[in-house]
């Protein structure tokens, strides 16, 4: 039986303070001039079999590589090791994309509102945010030119842990 890395399925927790917290630090940068973001150059170096080095610069004006700068500082503060931060990057990743596929659905369970102070946000809630934070991947989806099966967040689940975990906060 093939081995999955644990990161691609969801098996690494995070911890809902934690994803809310980047979550609200993206929302902040949408709403920062480009040229307030953090413009140092970022890459990483690829070593060919024949020796050379390529090296790949990540885009300062892209927000998912902001995040990801964020993020992997955030992380490294906390001392946390290498392969749990790949996890978290890729579950915030995960989290972001589920976000904008299911809105409309997340919108009709009243799991995400619009913020009524800022036009361009939306106010996510904690359940939802704590069913995202821990969850496995269970859900598939096709992605890529030959539309291969990628784990995910299942839609279904997620909704009825945060209704289950919204029901155990109360009003």
């Given at each position: 039986m093939e081995?999955?890395?644990?990161?691609?399925?969801?098996?690494i927790p995070w911890s809902a303070d934690e994803l809310g917290a980047v979550l609200d630090h993206a929302v902040s940068l949408h709403?920062?001039?480009h040229d307030d973001w953090n413009r140092q150059e970022k890459g990483v170096n690829l070593l060919n079999d024949d020796g050379s080095v390529d090296r790949i610069r990540?885009?300062?004006d892209m927000i998912e590589n902001q995040m990801m700068d964020y993020l992997i500082s955030r992380l490294r503060k906390q001392g946390v090791s290498q392969p749990v931060m790949m996890s978290h990057g890729w579950r915030f990743m995960e989290t972001m994309a589920f976000l904008n596929e299911h809105s409309k659905r997340l919108r009709?369970?009243?799991l995400i509102v619009d913020d009524p102070d800022d036009a361009d946000a939306l106010m996510?809630?904690?359940?939802?945010?704590?069913?995202?934070a821990t969850a496995r991947y269970d859900g598939v989806k096709l992605q890529g030119p030959k539309?291969?099966?990628v784990r995910t967040f299942h839609l279904e689940r997620?909704?009825?842990?945060?209704?289950?975990?919204?029901?155990?906060?109360?009003?």
């Open positions: 081995q999955i890395d644990p990161m691609l399925t969801g098996e709403h920062t001039p990540f885009n300062p009709q369970e009243a996510i809630s904690e359940s939802l945010i704590a069913a995202l539309r291969e099966p997620i909704i009825e842990e945060a209704r289950r975990l919204g029901a155990e906060e109360g009003p």
